[in-house]
């Protein structure tokens, strides 16, 4: 259904022009050079409801502010052994782009054990990421195909799913919640591929937590999905797990398969720096720190995830319904 008819989006027009400026340059950073279709993504995160998106949008204005989000990717996450902790506990990788230029991201659910950091150091891991997706990958699509590219695509390998996964349902359900009310409408489709039977008892635990928008968007594909995700990407963009039907709780690469949890995999060293330069315009500090951290490590999701700042989210937020 559509939500977003153009009287709607004037109003919500009318109501961004009077914002401080504070507020303002926020929803710059925001928009990244596209205000009409963020507004329209929070209208339709408010099924046509004006008020309701105006309200959804200052709060995450507000929240942005708040936590100083918009420098978020030049504050490091330390010490090291944190953010290492991070990244060996939390599978996440960028394997490549759909056929119409959304960033693929694949997570491995199933062996992502969450026990090695504090759930708030997980949030702000998933917080920097969704910053980087939104001000590098994202402008840099649209740019390249000539029109707006806003959501992405996951992909959820649920490879060694087990009943005490049900333990890591606090932290998802802050990350999730964040995702709802800040980042809305930035996953067209959720993919879960490699379903073991025990996946049935734990998506009947987890369904009723997610908002019914979200819940619409998810697809359970048999086995691998390599067939099915043929369908909207190449190859080259599927998963390692999808390739080989099967995902590793190792970030290195193992075999013939380069493994996208990996902080040295091939599509890490294909964005140029040139690109940040140019999608992070006016953000001269984010640039600098992106271009020193690739230098040093020679690797942009670790660049992404090692600029993760001491971000508290508040627990008023992560409450709001």
Same mark, same amino acid.
């Given at each position: 259904?559509?939500?977003?008819?153009?009287?709607?989006?004037?109003?919500?027009?009318?109501?961004?022009?009077?914002?401080?400026?504070?507020?303002?340059?926020?929803?710059?950073?925001?928009?990244?050079?596209?205000?009409?279709?963020?507004?329209?993504?929070?209208?339709?995160?408010?099924?046509?409801?004006?008020?309701?998106?105006?309200?959804?949008?200052?709060?995450?204005?507000?929240?942005?502010?708040?936590?100083?989000?918009?420098?978020?990717?030049?504050?490091?996450?330390?010490?090291?052994? +944190?953010?290492?902790?991070?990244?060996?506990?939390? $599978?996440?990788?960028?394997?490549?782009?759909?056929?119409?230029?959304?960033? +693929?991201?694949?997570?491995?659910?199933?062996?992502?054990?969450? #026990?090695?950091?504090?759930?708030?150091?997980?949030?702000? !891991?998933?917080?920097?990421?969704?910053?980087?997706?939104?001000?590098?990958?994202?402008?840099?699509?649209?740019?390249?195909?000539?029109?707006?590219?806003?959501?992405?695509?996951?992909? $959820?390998?649920?490879?060694?799913?087990?009943?005490?996964?049900?333990?890591?349902?606090?932290?998802?359900?802050?990350?999730?919640?964040? #995702?709802? $009310?800040?980042?809305?409408?930035?996953?067209?489709?959720?993919?879960?591929?490699?379903?073991?039977?025990?996946?049935?008892?734990?998506?009947?635990?987890?369904?009723?937590?997610?908002?019914?928008?979200?819940?619409?968007?998810?697809?359970?594909?048999?086995?691998?999905?390599?067939?099915?995700?043929?369908?909207?990407?190449?190859?080259?963009?599927?998963?390692?797990?999808?390739?080989?039907?099967?995902?590793?709780?190792?970030?290195?690469?193992?075999?013939?398969?380069?493994?996208?949890?990996?902080?040295?995999?091939?599509?890490?060293?294909?964005?140029?720096?040139?690109?940040?330069?140019?999608?992070?315009?006016?953000?001269?500090?984010?640039?600098?720190?992106?271009?020193?951290?690739?230098?040093?490590?020679? #690797?942009?999701?670790?660049?992404?995830?090692?600029?993760?700042?001491?971000?508290?989210? !508040?627990?008023?937020?992560?409450?709001?319904?």
């Amino acid at each position: 259904m559509d939500y977003c008819d153009p009287e709607s989006i004037d109003q919500m027009i009318s109501f961004t022009e009077k914002l401080d400026e504070r507020l303002k340059k926020c929803f710059e950073i925001l928009h990244q050079g596209y205000p009409k279709e963020t507004l329209e993504r929070f209208l339709k995160a408010r099924d046509g409801n004006v008020c309701k998106a105006n309200k959804m949008l200052l709060d995450t204005l507000n929240w942005r502010v708040e936590n100083d989000i918009d420098n978020i990717l030049a504050r490091p996450i330390e010490p090291i052994e +944190v953010y290492t902790s991070v990244r060996d506990s939390q $599978l996440i990788g960028l394997s490549g782009y759909c056929k119409q230029g959304r960033p +693929v991201f694949a997570l491995g659910v199933g062996l992502s054990a969450y #026990d090695k950091a504090s759930a708030d150091e997980y949030v702000q !891991s998933h917080i920097q990421m969704n910053e980087y997706r939104d001000r590098v990958l994202l402008p840099m699509m649209s740019q390249k195909f000539g029109t707006y590219i806003g959501p992405c695509l996951k992909v $959820l390998d649920m490879t060694g799913l087990k009943l005490s996964a049900l333990s890591r349902i606090k932290i998802l359900t802050m990350i999730s919640t964040v #995702d709802d $009310l800040n980042y809305p409408e930035k996953t067209e489709i959720y993919y879960i591929v490699n379903a073991p039977h025990i996946f049935s008892a734990c998506w009947k635990v987890v369904k009723p937590l997610l908002q019914e928008r979200t819940r619409r968007k998810i697809q359970v594909l048999q086995g691998s999905g390599r067939d099915e995700l043929l369908k909207v990407m190449s190859y080259d963009s599927l998963p390692h797990f999808v390739k080989q039907q099967g995902s590793s709780s190792s970030r290195r690469n193992e075999g013939k398969i380069s493994s996208c949890f990996s902080f040295d995999h091939s599509f890490h060293q294909e964005v140029p720096d040139e690109t940040h330069e140019e999608n992070l315009e006016g953000s001269n500090v984010i640039v600098r720190t992106i271009k020193n951290t690739l230098k040093g490590m020679g #690797d942009e999701e670790t660049a992404l995830e090692n600029g993760v700042a001491e971000l508290h989210v !508040s627990n008023d937020q992560l409450n709001q319904s």
